[in-house]
C-alpha cells in the first residue's frame, strides 16, 4: 500500500520535474483523445442520421424482395437507375400475411421501382393548339404571330440538330429530322397552310412535334407504393403542395426536387439557383466566372419566357421592362436578354421582379400540380405502354430537401405502376405468352426483348411516331398496344392483391433488428416463399457503404495518428529512460527490483495519459457540444442524405469519451512497454561510479 | 572475529575492445562484524570493483563472495536485490538521492521496499535518523534545496535506516569541502561505535585514511598487507 502510494507521488512529481518531454507527449495523447471523441461523435451521429434517413424515407427498418432478383436491392440506385433485375414477389398479398404475423412488424408496405419516361404537351404543342385555333376562327393576324413562333422553334430545334449532327457517325436519321424541320422554316409551308389547314396542322402535329419531344424527354424515377399507407409510416414523408392521393385514386406525387430540378422552368431555376449562390454560398458575380458563364447562358434561354407569351402580354411586358430598365430599346425578345443580364447590384431587385411580374405570365413548370401526364413505360416484356396520370401534388422528405438522393423517389400508386410494369394479370401473362411463342422464344429478358420481340430499334421507333399526336392538351393519350385507364378508380383492397417488387418492413423496435430479420426470413421460408429479407443498410445499396467508408477512412486516420504519436512517446521515454540511468540504478542497488521500475514508469505513462486524455476528452465534448448547437453545415448537397438534413447536429455520448479513454490508455501501455524493458535491465552498479 | 564479508579468490575482468582489464586479481578479504574499514589505494586499483562485488551489486568474474556466510555468485537478481535491500546499506560518490523525493521520502524509501513497518514506525524510524545525521529540520526539503554535505546526511540516513548489516560507501567524501567530508567521517565513526554496524568505505585521501580503524590498500586489484579478519585491528 505504502509503496503504491509512494511510487504514485514519485510517478506524479516525475511528471512535472520533466516538462519537456511531458508536455510534448501530453499534446500528442490530447489530441488523439479529442480526435477520437470528436470523430466518434460525429460518425455516431452520422450513423444515426443516415439510420434516420434512410430507414424513414423509403427503406423502413427491412425490405423483401424475391430470392431471384439477379441484382442485390439497392433503394438508393446502383448506378444503373431502373434497371436492375429484381424479380417479381408475385403474390404480395400472400407475403405481406405471412410478414405481418411475426411479432414486432408494425407495418408491411408494398413497393416498386422504375424509370418511367413522361411525355406532357411542349411549349410547340401549345403553339400549335394556337395555330389551329387561329385557322379555325380566321383570324391572320394571329395565324402569323403564332407562325413566327413556331418558325423560331424550328430554328432552334435544328441548332441543336446540328450540334448532335457533328457527334454522330450516321447521319441518315439526322438528315430525315432537318428536313422535315426545313420545311416548316421555309415559306412555302407557310403560304400554302391557308388553301389546307387540316393538312398542314397535322404535319406539324405528327412530324415536327414528336421531334421535339425526342429531344425533350423526361425521365420519371417512380416509386410505386400503397401511396396513403407509406405517407402514414415514413416519419420524414411531407406534402408540400396539391393534396394527398385520395383513397382509390389513382395518380403520382412529384418528389419536389425533382419538380424543381428537372420539371421547372429553366430561366426561374437559374434565379434561383443564382440566389443560392449568394445566399447561401457567399459567391459574386464580380469574383466567379463559373456564375457569368451561367448568367451568359441564362440570357440565351430567353426564348423559354417569350415563347409562353401571347402576344398580348407580350406588349404588356415589353412596356414594364422599358420602365424597368432604363433606356432600354427593342423587341421584347431583346429585353428580356437585356434583362437577363445580371450582375451584383441589379440581381436583388430583377430577381422581385422575374418573379413579381414575369412568372405569373408563363408555366412556371413543364405541368402543374392538379393536371395529367402521360407516363410511357417499356415494361418487362418489352411492350410498350402508357398511363396518364394526375399529379395530385408534391412531396419531400423532412430535412433532405436538398439531398440528390432522397429526391430520387417520385410517388405513383401501386396499381398504375403495376400496369406499367406489365406483370401483373393472367391474362397478360397469356398474352406474352402467345407473342413469346409467336417470336419463337422461351425466355424474353429485358434487354433484348425490345430487339427480340418487334425486331429491332425500327420498329419501337415506328410504334412511337404512332403514339404521338396530341388530341387534347389536358388529357394526352398515347398510342401503343397497350392503354391503362386514366384516372380511374380502384378497391383500395385491391392494392395488395398482386404483385410487389420489394416491400418496408416497418418494426416496432429498431434495436430488434436483427432478432426481427431472422424471423421474418424464418416465417417466409416456412411458408414456402422465394423471398429474402435484407435490413435497411444493405437495402440502401452504396449509400449503406458510405458510412462504413467514411468510418474506415476516419480509424484509418486515427490509427495514423496513434502510431505516429506512439512512435514518438516511445523514442522520447526512451531517452527520458536514459536521463534517468543513475536514479534507476540507484533505486535498484538500494533494492527495488526490476518489477518496481517497470510499475513505476508504467504508472507515469498512464497517468500522463489519462490527464491529457481527460483534458483532450473534454476539449472533444465541448467542441461536438458546441457543435451540436450550432451544427455542421453538409459540404456538399451529396452529404445531406448522411446528415439527414442541412446541418449535422452531434452529440458526444458517454460511450465516445470513454472510447477516447481506451484508445489513451491502449497507446499509452503499448508506448512505455519497449521504454520500461529498458529501464529494467538497467543494472545497479551504474550507481556506483560517478557519470562518465 | 564473525567474518561479516569474505571474499574467496575474486577476480574482476572487464573487456575493453580487444583487451581485458583485470580490476581485481584472485582478491582474498575478509571483513569481521563492526569493522569500520577503509578501502584505500590510487585511482583506478580497483576500489570501486571491490566494493561492487561485496555489494552484489555486480558479479565477480571467478571466485566467490560471501555475506554472512552466504555464497551470493550465483543468486538470481530477484534475491541479490533482496539481499541489497535487507543486509546492505549505500552511500554513494554522488549522493544519489532520488530527486523528486523530499528527504524524509528519500529516507523512508528502503524501508517502503521492505514493506514491514508500519506507517506510525516508520515515520518515527525516518525521524530518529534524520535526528541522527543532525537534519531533523530539514524533512520536507527536496535534494536540490539542500548542500553537498546535506546531502550526503541524507543518504547516510537512507543507508542506515533499514538498519542494514552492513554499509558501503564509496568515496563518499570525494565531492564534499574536506571539512564537511570529515564531519561526515566523524559520523560514520559514531554510528559505527554505536550501533555496531559494519563499515567499508573507499577513499583515496590521506587524510580521511586517518581515521579508519583498519586499512585495506590495494594496488592494480592486489591488497597489499593483511586480508584476514579483524586484521590490523
Ligand atoms: N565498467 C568497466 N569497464 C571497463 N573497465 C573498467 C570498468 N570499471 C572499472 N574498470 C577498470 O577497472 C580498473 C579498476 O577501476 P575502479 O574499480 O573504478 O578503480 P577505483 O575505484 O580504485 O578508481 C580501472 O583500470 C578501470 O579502468
Ligand atoms: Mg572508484
Known amino acids: ?692 | 572475529m564473525e567474518a561479516m564479508v569474505e571474499l574467496r579468490k575474486v577476480s574482476k575482468e572487464y573487456p575493453l575492445g580487444k583487451l581485458t582489464v583485470r580490476a581485481l586479481a584472485e582478491m582474498d578479504l575478509c571483513i569481521g562484524k563492526g569493522e569500520f574499514t577503509v578501502v584505500a589505494g590510487p585511482s583506478g586499483s580497483g576500489k570501486t570493483t571491490l566494493l561492487n562485488m561485496v555489494g552484489c551489486v555486480d558479479v565477480p568474474s571467478s571466485g566467490e563472495v560471501l555475506i554472512e556466510g552466504q555464497p551470493t555468485s550465483r543468486l538470481k537478481d530477484r534475491a541479490r536485490t533482496k539481499l541489497r535491500l535487507h543486509k546492505l546499506g549505500f552511500i554513494f560518490q554522488t549522493f544519489n538521492l532520488i530527486p523528486v523525493l523530499t528527504a524524509e521520502q528519500n529516507v523512508e524509501f528502503p524501508l517502503l521496499l521492505q514493506g514491514e513497518l508500519s506507517r506510525a514506525e516508520r515515520r518515527a524510524r525516518v525521524r530518529e535518523m534524520l535526528e541522527l545525521v543532525g537534519l531533523g529540520a530539514l524533512v520536507r526539503q527536496r535534494p536540490n534545496e539542500m548542500s553537498g554535505g546535506q546531502r550526503q546526511r541524507v543518504a547516510i540516513a537512507r543507508a542506515l535506516v533499514s538498519l542494514p548489516h552492513i554499509v558501503l560507501a564509496d568515496e563518499p567524501t570525494a565531492n564534499l569541502d574536506t571539512a564537511t567530508g570529515l564531519t561526515i567521517i566523524e559520523l560514520m565513526k559514531k554510528l559505527n561505535r554505536e550501533r555496531q554496524t559494519t563499515f567499508i568505505f573507499s577513499t583515496h585521501d590521506p587524510r580521511v585514511m586517518e581515521h579508519a580503524r583498519r586499512i585495506v590498500r590495494i594496488v592494480d586489484g592486489r591488497i597489499e598487507g593483511d586480508a584476514t579478519c579483524g586484521g590490523s585491528a
Not at chain 1, 63 to 83: C, E, F, H, T
Not at chain 1, 208 to 220: I, S
Not at chain 1, 562 to 581: G, H, K, P, S, W
Open chain 1, 1 to 692: 500500500m505504502g509503496t503504491l502510494r509512494l511510487l504514485a507521488a514519485m510517478a506524479w512529481r516525475n511528471l512535472w520535474s520533466h516538462k519537456g518531454k511531458n508536455i510534448l507527449v501530453g499534446i500528442l495523447m490530447l489530441f488523439g483523445t479529442f480526435l477520437v471523441v470528436l470523430g466518434t461523435s460525429v460518425l455516431d451521429s452520422i450513423d444515426q442520421a443516415m439510420t434516420r434517413s434512410i430507414t424513414q424515407s423509403v427503406a423502413g427498418h427491412l425490405q423483401v424482395y424475391s430470392k431471384n432478383a439477379r441484382d442485390p436491392l439497392a433503394l438508393y440506385g446502383s448506378g444503373y437507375m431502373g434497371a436492375d433485375d429484381l424479380g417479381v414477389m408475385p403474390d404480395f398479398a400472400r407475403v405481406k400475411a405471412v410478414v405481418s404475423a411475426v411479432p414486432g412488424v408494425r407495418a408491411v408496405i408494398p413497393m416498386g421501382m422504375d424509370a418511367f419516361e413522361i411525355y406532357t404537351a411542349t411549349e410547340l404543342d401549345y403553339a400549335i393548339e394556337r395555330l389551329r385555333k387561329a385557322l379555325e376562327a380566321g383570324e391572320q393576324a394571329r395565324v402569323d404571330d403564332v407562325a413566327r413562333r413556331i418558325r423560331a422553334m424550328a430554328t432552334l430545334l435544328r441548332e441543336e440538330l446540328e450540334r448532335r449532327k457533328l457527334l454522330l457517325s450516321n447521319h441518315a436519321e439526322i438528315d430525315r429530322q432537318l428536313a422535315i424541320i426545313d420545311r416548316v422554316r421555309g415559306d412555302a409551308f407557310w403560304a400554302e397552310l391557308p388553301a389546307a389547314p387540316l393538312a398542314g396542322v397535322e404535319y406539324l402535329d405528327t412530324q415536327l412535334a414528336p421531334l421535339v419531344d425526342e429531344n425533350e424527354g423526361y425521365f420519371l424515377q417512380v416509386l410505386g407504393t400503397d401511396v396513403q399507407r407509406f405517407a402514414q409510416s415514413f416519419g420524414q414523408f411531407e406534402l408540400v403542395s396539391g393534396q394527398m392521393i385520395p383513397e382509390g385514386e389513382r395518380g403520382v406525387l412529384l418528389n419536389q426536387k425533382y419538380y424543381d430540378d428537372y420539371l421547372r422552368n429553366m430561366v426561374a431555376r437559374g434565379f434561383d439557383a443564382r440566389r443560392r449562390d449568394i445566399e447561401e454560398k457567399g459567391k459574386r458575380f464580380a469574383d466567379d466566372p463559373l456564375m457569368r458563364a451561367k448568367v451568359e447562358r441564362m440570357v440565351r434561354q430567353y426564348r423559354r419566357v417569350t415563347f409562353q407569351l401571347e402576344p398580348a402580354q407580350a406588349e404588356e411586358l415589353a412596356a414594364k421592362l422599358r420602365a424597368f430598365l432604363p433606356g432600354a430599346q427593342g423587341s421584347i425578345d431583346e429585353l428580356v436578354q437585356q434583362f437577363l443580364r445580371l450582375d451584383d447590384q441589379n440581381f436583388a431587385a430583377r430577381y422581385e421582379f422575374f418573379f413579381d411580374e414575369i412568372a405569373p405570365r408563363i408555366r412556371l413548370y413543364l405541368f402543374n400540380v392538379g393536371e395529367t401526364l402521360t407516363v410511357r413505360a417499356f415494361t418487362r416484356s418489352g411492350m410498350i405502354k402508357s398511363a396518364n396520370v394526375k399529379v395530385w401534388g408534391t412531396f419531400r422528405f423532412k430535412g433532405l430537401e436538398k439531398s440528390e438522393l432522397a429526391g430520387g423517389h417520385n410517388l405513383m400508386d401501386m396499381m398504375t405502376f403495376r400496369d406499367l410494369y406489365g406483370l401483373m394479370t393472367a391474362d397478360k401473362r397469356a398474352e406474352l405468352a402467345g407473342i413469346q411463342a409467336e417470336v419463337g422464344l422461351k425466355d424474353v429478358g429485358r434487354d433484348s426483348a425490345e430487339a427480340e420481340l418487334f425486331g429491332g430499334g425500327a420498329a419501337v421507333e415506328q410504334q412511337r411516331e404512332q403514339a404521338q399526336g396530341f388530341d387534347e392538351f389536358a388529357g394526352v393519350a398515347l398510342g401503343g398496344r397497350e392503354r391503362a385507364q386514366a384516372n380511374g378508380h380502384f378497391d383500395p383492397a385491391l392494392l395488395d392483391q398482386g404483385m410487389a417488387i420489394n416491400a418496408a418492413i416497418i418494426l416496432d423496435d429498431i434495436a430488434r433488428l436483427e432478432e426481427a430479420r431472422g424471423a421474418v426470413q424464418a416465417a417466409l421460408d416456412q411458408a414456402g416463399l422465394d423471398v429474402q429479407v435484407v435490413d435497411w443498410e444493405t437495402a440502401s445499396g452504396i449509400i449503406g457503404q458510405v458510412v462504413v467508408l467514411v468510418r474506415v477512412v476516419l480509424y484509418i486516420a486515427i490509427g495514423i495518428i496513434f502510431l505516429v504519436a506512439l512512435v514518438i512517446i516511445n523514442n522520447t521515454m526512451v531517452m527520458a529512460t536514459m536521463e534517468r540511468v543513475m536514479e534507476i540504478g540507484t533505486m535498484r542497488a538500494i533494492g527495488a527490483q526490476a518489477s518496481l521500475v517497470r510499475w513505476l514508469l508504467l504508472l507515469e505513462t498512464l497517468m500522463l495519459g489519462l490527464l491529457s486524455g481527460a483534458l483532450g476528452a473534454a476539449l472533444g465534448y465541448w467542441l461536438v457540444s458546441s457543435l451540436g448547437t450550432s451544427g455542421i453545415p453538409a459540404p456538399a448537397d451529396e452529404l445531406i442524405f448522411l446528415f439527414a438534413g442541412p446541418r449535422l447536429f452531434p452529440a458526444a455520448g458517454l460511450g465516445n469519451v470513454l472510447a477516447g479513454f481506451a484508445a489513451i490508455v491502449v497507446v499509452s501501455l503499448l508506448a512505455i512497454l519497449y521504454p520500461a524493458t529498458i529501464a529494467t535491465r538497467i543494472q545497479p552498479v551504474v550507481a556506483m561510479s560517478p557519470r562518465e
